[in-house]
């Protein structure tokens, strides 16, 4: 579809500057794109994460972000509003796949809800473009796989907006250190991701959609089914068809820090999850406690998702050896413990707790993925969606043991976990702060999810139908991750 035949509701202006740009003679922007070798960027969902693209995106030397896309006319014209105000042409779209058949796009970003992620990236991939794709790269094992597939049949640099990877300095140094046996055998890597998430409340019918929004293109890959929650935007993560939980929102980060450190390059042979929506009553559907176990040789990888705080009322969260977000890895002869959201260090402690040393420096990811356009080679990527795809995988294999549980009392769950490491002890102390918060277990009891066994070659499932099936889910045409990319 070109620019001239995109009606207006798919076509919505912008500034004058921006209206100005369209009426160039076709082909304009290319030439001067070949004039000084800028890079044009698209960015795809604008708001929230979105914005950092735009901004990380136009601070960088010979890039400019070209093309602005959002289903959002609100969103949109605020966004290509305050770009036109920095005296900046850009193209709007509605709809990512208008934007695809643009010649003034080099490369597009995508910061849209989880659904749409890997969808953006094959569709990209196919259209001749570089992409950088927020975390998590996929909404499902499958079409991870089959965003990596495409990156690889197109050639193209496709990066993982996991931004700890291009802490080169920091948490990639300490990694080696620790790979080389520096504190002796990794015992267990683990994630934790505690924070707070209060009720998203609840509602006793369909919602109206807000104004302005296209809510075709919003759903997308997903079923377009009435608004059963109070608010359509961020609180999507709450909810199967959408989201991930915070498992794939925040805890996607550590999960990839972790298995960084474990040198996992493939999916756990074995998983299972216990956890619950418990504290409150809401229209959410995702666990706000759980924990996932990735049965990983030598060493397991544990996480742990906190929504409540650390006792009702309170504005604070529990912490885990004085962190509430980060990633411990716990060795022979001590530990290394990489703090935060979006990690730049790491600091090692002996097995008596006290710090030997510290790393820190980071790169921009950004002008990593940008270096990497240019180079033409993926090795020059920090984060190449190889990696992106099989820590966002190890997010929804344990939301699939979670998915497929059944509730169960203490006494069963601590039967089932006992013998694996460090689960038990994980698991008791999960259960504090539950009882901190003054849940009723016998009245909201936990889930204790299916124990499931998968083919790492394959990235199926052993002998469970049922498991393999929430490894892709019905596309919605025509937002169809195709099976051949």
């Not at 602005?68 to 193209?91: F, S």
């Amino acid at each position: 579809m070109s620019m001239e035949k995109l009606n207006r509701r798919r076509f919505l202006q912008t500034t004058a500057l921006g209206a100005a740009a369209i009426g160039l003679p076709a082909g304009a922007w290319s030439q001067i794109s070949g004039a000084n070798s800028d890079i044009r960027v698209g960015v795809i969902g604008v708001k929230g994460r979105g914005g950092d693209h735009i901004k990380g995106f136009n601070a960088l030397p010979g890039v400019r972000v070209t093309a602005l896309c959002d289903c959002d006319a609100a969103v949109l014209e605020n966004a290509a509003a305050r770009l036109g105000g920095q005296g900046r042409q850009v193209e709007t779209y509605a709809d990512v796949r208008a934007l695809l058949d643009s010649k003034n796009v080099d490369v597009i970003s995508t910061a849209t809800p989880n659904h749409w992620h890997s969808l953006i990236a094959v569709w990209g991939c196919q259209a001749g473009k570089d992409v950088y794709v927020e975390k998590p790269v996929s909404h499902n094992v499958w079409e991870g796989r089959q965003a990596v597939n495409a990156a690889r049949r197109y050639e193209r640099i496709v990066q993982t907006g996991t931004q700890s990877r291009s802490s080169r300095e920091g948490v990639a140094q300490a990694v080696e250190w620790v790979r080389a046996g520096n504190l002796g055998k990794i015992l267990v890597a683990r994630g934790i991701c505690y924070k707070r998430r209060d009720s998203i409340g609840k509602v006793s019918g369909p919602q109206p959609i807000p104004t302005g929004i296209d809510y075709d293109l919003w759903c997308g890959p997903a079923p377009q089914e009435p608004l059963m929650r109070q608010h359509l935007h961020y609180d999507w993560h709450w909810v199967w068809s959408t989201g991930n939980g915070d498992l794939g929102n925040q805890g996607i980060h550590q999960m990839d820090l972790a298995r960084w450190f474990l040198g996992a390059g493939e999916l756990s042979p074995r998983v299972w999850s216990v956890g619950g929506r418990v504290g409150y009553d809401d229209d959410g559907q995702t666990a706000n406690t759980q924990i996932v176990f990735h049965d990983f040789a030598p060493a397991p990888l544990i996480f742990e998702v906190r929504g409540l705080p650390d006792k009702p009322g309170s504005k604070d969260m529990d912490q885990f050896l004085g962190s509430n977000v980060g990633v411990h890895v716990h060795c022979e002869g001590g530990r290394v413990f990489v703090p935060g959201y979006a990690a730049t260090g790491a600091i090692a402690f002996d097995a008596d707790g006290k710090e030997i040393r510290r790393w820190s420096g980071t790169e921009d990811h950004f002008a990593n993925f940008i270096h990497a356009v240019r180079s033409r080679r993926r090795e020059d990527l920090n984060a190449d969606i190889l990696e992106g795809h099989l820590s966002s995988a190890l997010c929804h294999t344990g939301n699939i043991s979670y998915r497929l549980g059944a509730a169960a009392g203490n006494d069963a769950i601590r039967e089932r976990i006992a013998g694996d490491r460090d689960a038990l002890a994980t698991y008791e102390r999960m259960i504090e702060h539950l009882r901190a918060n003054q849940v009723d277990l016998d009245a909201t009891p936990l889930a204790l999810g299916a124990v499931l066994k998968m083919d790492p070659q394959t990235e199926r499932f052993v002998g469970n139908d049922d498991a393999n099936a929430l490894l892709t889910r019905n596309y919605r045409p025509p937002f169809v991750v195709p099976e051949i990319v």
